[in-house]
């Protein structure tokens, strides 16, 4: 039976809404969903959302859970950029814990650790305890600091701890460069599109036996 393979792509701040004055500017649908839709299988589905409409149970049902066609048949994937990294990374495990199969999350340069982003921010207060097949990790370390980077690092730049991701990997880009930490190769030789491409394909030649 052929499975539904499914990746949603979640925008951070002033991505898919407005934020304060700023945005929507669309970065993660335009330069990170729309390229991968260009080189993924074409029947591999994709959904872009912003990192509030992930935000609490009812819009996990809304949003999420109502693309979902079969829970035993469905491979979710995540991709979460800024405060979408880390709302995407507690996605995966409440997805996870409901029964549902996350096979590779990639969080790009994730943001949320200071607690007064939360307290302005559709985003949870915990610290993510992400499960999935495969996580990786892209966070930013650039020479010189430019305004993005700066409201990034003040909403606390979460960078988990190495052992509990299969791919971390530190970038000099910015903050905002989002397409890079996506689409460039890291250590291993593949991008982070790279690695979820191999994925999926490997997942159409050998899907689980369920």
Known sequence: MTKQIITFFIGGAADA???????????????????????APSHCESVYLGY?????????????LSCITNKQQTLINIVGF??????A????EILTNQGYTVGVLITLDPVGVNSGVALISKIYWNYPNPKANHWINVFTNPTRLTPDDLVARAGGQWIPPEDKVHIFQEMPHHHREVWKLFGEPLDQGLSAAGHLLQF??????????V
């Open 17 to 39: 809404s407005r934020y304060f004055g700023a945005g929507p500017n669309f970065i993660v649908r335009d330069y990170v969903k729309i390229p991968f839709d260009e080189i």
């Open 82 to 87: 800024s405060l979408g990294g880390w709302n």
């Open 89 to 92: 990374a507690h996605l995966s």
């Open 200 to 209: 999926i394909n490997l997942h159409l030649v050998n899907p689980p036996q």
């Open 52 to 64: 509030d409409d992930i935000y609490g149970q009812k819009n996990i049902q809304n949003n999420i």
